[in-house]
């Protein structure tokens, strides 16, 4: 009969369970403060701002109409008079483009006239009108957070 040789190896059960505890015990400590440093960043989304600059008055010459895609407006120049006119298809928020005959919607055709009324197609009513301002540094801001009646054009 052969014995079995005796274990030459010291580690007991007991210090593997503690080496496990300790590891998990500071694995669980690196997460809790991950987390609470992702928690206290704060997680909005602020959409773009509702007022911005344009340029200045000369920047616009009379008879000019500028469509300023990223900012979904469409500055229109008559005279010494200046408006805002939003390119968001009130159908279903596409961009729409300058045409000859005013604006036309490149998604499902609607079309507008030179003022944003409906002429055409499913949009449900005319493109609204923007506040144009002008600031004491002498650059012009559109705020499309305040609506103007159509046709009230911003005097330079």
């Not at 590891?23 to 602020?46: I, Q």
Request: with cysteine.
């Amino acid at each position: 009969m052969t014995a079995n040789p005796p274990a030459t190896d010291k580690t007991s059960r007991r210090s593997v369970l503690n080496w496990l505890s300790s590891v998990a015990l500071f694995g669980s400590a690196v997460v809790s403060v991950f987390s609470n440093l992702v928690f206290m960043k704060p997680r909005a989304t602020y959409g773009a701002p509702s007022r911005f600059s344009i340029g200045r008055p000369e920047d616009f010459p009379s008879g000019t109409r500028i469509s300023l895609d990223a900012r979904r407006v469409c500055i229109v120049r008559e005279g010494d008079r200046l408006a805002a006119i939003s390119t968001t298809c009130t159908h279903l928020g596409c961009i729409v483009g300058v045409a000859e005959t005013g604006f036309a919607c490149p998604c499902h055709g609607s079309r507008f006239d030179q003022d944003g009324n409906v002429t055409g197609g499913p949009a449900p009513k005319p493109l609204p009108w923007y506040s144009i301002n002008l600031t004491p540094n002498g650059e012009l801001t559109v705020d499309t957070s305040v609506e103007v009646q159509q046709g009230a054009y911003f005097q330079v």
